[in-house]
């Protein structure tokens, strides 16, 4: 059984965070543990409120999985605070978590902001040079990069920045651009382009946590880099395409969209 464990906040709405990552998870075949950094009361139209969680329960999280059941990958999303930074970054460290993808979640697809703005800095030195990869989309590339992302020539620019932070799989996600949904792909040496349309729909919830997780989950089942990325966007835009509204705002994608329908 091939395992991956996701360090992220908790979205009571179940469309992104832990509860879209362990969805995705399971529906590619892998077993999925969790450590929760933060509990957000949050539905399809925003995030209501956020409790953090202690960051010593954080790390004692991941220490009672790590010591136990392991993981072939892992996944970062919400870290919110420094201190939950600096206890992350410990845990990859001690554990040796060496396949670690990581979802820089900054701002929630309401504008509801989930990592404090003294914890970039944190999230820039502590965790992106230990990231396998990264995925940040255009506003997060644009945080990371210092400077505005919001075309090609752009992401390529980011992507060498960001590379340059240490994490040594960039991906800079295409799915604010106007013309396209490409992602860009650089591993220090080499740039790939993935390309995809747009996909018309306002259900658009966890795109952020489910790419990533869908990552992690491909590569704790062996696949390479690049093809882990190229099918986990695959997966994606199905998951985008046949997504049906489950409230009143930004719906989640349909993460088990392989083996049913969503009526």
């Given at each position: 059984m091939h395992?991956?464990?996701t360090i992220a906040g908790s979205d009571s709405g179940g469309g992104a965070g832990i509860q879209a990552d362990l969805k995705a998870f399971a529906a590619l075949g892998v077993?999925?543990?969790?450590?929760?950094?933060?509990?957000t009361a949050q539905n399809t139209l925003g995030v209501q409120?956020?409790?953090?969680v202690e960051p010593e329960f954080v790390g004692q999280q991941i220490d009672s999985v790590m010591s136990d059941i392991g993981a072939d990958a892992a996944k970062t999303g919400m870290l919110f605070s420094t201190a939950i930074i600096e206890v992350v970054a410990e845990r990859v460290r001690r554990w040796n978590i060496e396949k670690l993808v990581v979802d820089p979640v900054m701002v929630a697809k309401s504008g509801d902001r989930l990592l404090q703005e003294d914890a970039i800095d944190a999230l820039k030195r502590l965790i992106?040079?230990?990231a396998y990869v990264v995925t940040p989309n255009l506003g997060e590339a644009s945080v990371l990069a210092g400077f505005e992302v919001s075309d090609k020539p752009a992401m390529q620019a980011a992507a060498r920045a960001i590379h340059a932070l240490g994490a040594k799989i960039v991906v800079v996600k295409g799915g604010h651009l106007t013309d396209c949904a490409d992602?860009?792909?650089?591993d220090g040496a080499a740039m790939h382009w993935l390309s995809a349309e747009h996909i018309d729909t306002p259900h658009t919830h966890g795109t952020g946590c489910t790419f990533s997780a869908a990552i992690a989950a491909l590569l704790a089942k062996g696949y390479a880099p690049?093809?882990?990325?190229?099918?986990?966007?695959?997966?994606?835009t199905a998951a985008l395409r046949t997504a049906k509204?489950?409230?009143a705002g930004h719906s989640p994608v349909h993460h088990f969209h392989l083996y049913y329908p969503m009526d």
């Open positions: 395992k991956t464990l077993y999925g543990s969790s450590a929760i950094t933060a509990l409120a956020v409790y953090p992106l040079p230990r992602d860009l792909v650089y690049l093809d882990a990325i190229a099918r986990a966007k695959d997966y994606l509204a489950v409230g």
